[in-house]
């Protein structure tokens, strides 16, 4: 099992650019989420999803958008980034039931100039 | 979740056993601890978690107090791989909604050589 994957691992924007960042997992899990950390802030989540074809916000949903059309897969989409965004970006999952601990990838690094 | 209270950073000699402190004392009593770390510039990783009993894996063992207000997490024999940030984490069981894992800014651990 690769577990969970995230494409790509570095990324240089523009302001006012667009991207998409993508998450794959392999472990047949219901939820998935997307959570930002900057310096001395911790771990911030952006979006989340219990399933395929949901999605809902979190903590910092503001300039992103998401989309799971596909169970395996969680889309973070970037319409027009922003300085403020950049940040290093992990992905997460985590199967249903009482437990519910996540499985992060490795990050991405994403930079806006 | 209830709020958790961690030093922001420790020492620990390689081969010793590395003793993490976690405050929780507003912890409910459906409300599990969880530990996950974070190697640098890689995504968090479940360590272990427990409800009131001492809990051991392969990785770690926890130490919760009687009144559950506080707990220590404990690497038998700290490597040089086990420097990294550690975050001590309470949320409740699940009943298979969706629960906010909240990541403060937890304890940077050095294993000294």
């Known amino acids: 099992n690769a577990g969970v994957t995230q494409t790509p691992k570095f990324r240089v924007l523009k302001t006012g650019q667009s991207m998409t960042l993508l998450c794959a997992q392999d472990?047949?899990?219901?939820?998935m989420y997307w959570y930002r950390q900057d310096p001395g802030m911790g771990l911030r989540l952006i979006h989340y999803?219990?399933?395929?074809?949901?999605?809902a916000k979190g903590e910092v949903p503001d300039g992103y958008n998401v989309s799971r059309l596909k169970k395996q897969n969680f889309l973070l989409g970037l319409e027009s980034a922003a300085p403020s965004q950049t940040s290093v970006y992990f992905c997460?999952?985590?199967?249903?039931?009482?437990?519910?601990?996540?499985?992060f990838g490795p990050g991405t690094r994403l930079t806006v100039l | 979740d209830a709020k958790t209270t961690q030093p922001p950073s420790m020492d620990c000699a390689e081969g010793r056993a590395a003793n993490l402190p976690c405050n929780h004392s507003?912890?409910?009593?459906?409300?599990?601890v969880y530990w996950y770390r974070q190697i640098h510039s890689q995504g968090p990783q479940y360590i272990i978690h427990?409800?009131?009993n001492n809990e051991t894996n392969e990785m770690a063992s926890l130490i919760i107090t009687e009144d559950r207000k506080s707990s220590t997490l404990i690497l038998p024999h700290a490597t040089l791989r086990d420097t990294a940030v550690y975050y001590c984490?309470?949320?409740?069981?699940?009943?298979?909604?969706?629960?906010?894992?909240?990541f403060g800014t937890g304890t940077k651990l050095q294993v000294i050589p």
């Open positions: 427990g409800l009131k």
């Open positions: 999803s219990v399933g395929e074809g949901t999605t």
């Open positions: 507003t912890i409910s009593g459906n409300e599990y």
């Open positions: 984490i309470v949320r409740p069981l699940t009943s298979g909604g969706y629960q906010k894992v909240t």
């Open positions: 472990m047949n899990h219901e939820y």
């Open positions: 997460a999952s985590s199967q249903t039931g009482r437990y519910n601990e996540q499985f």
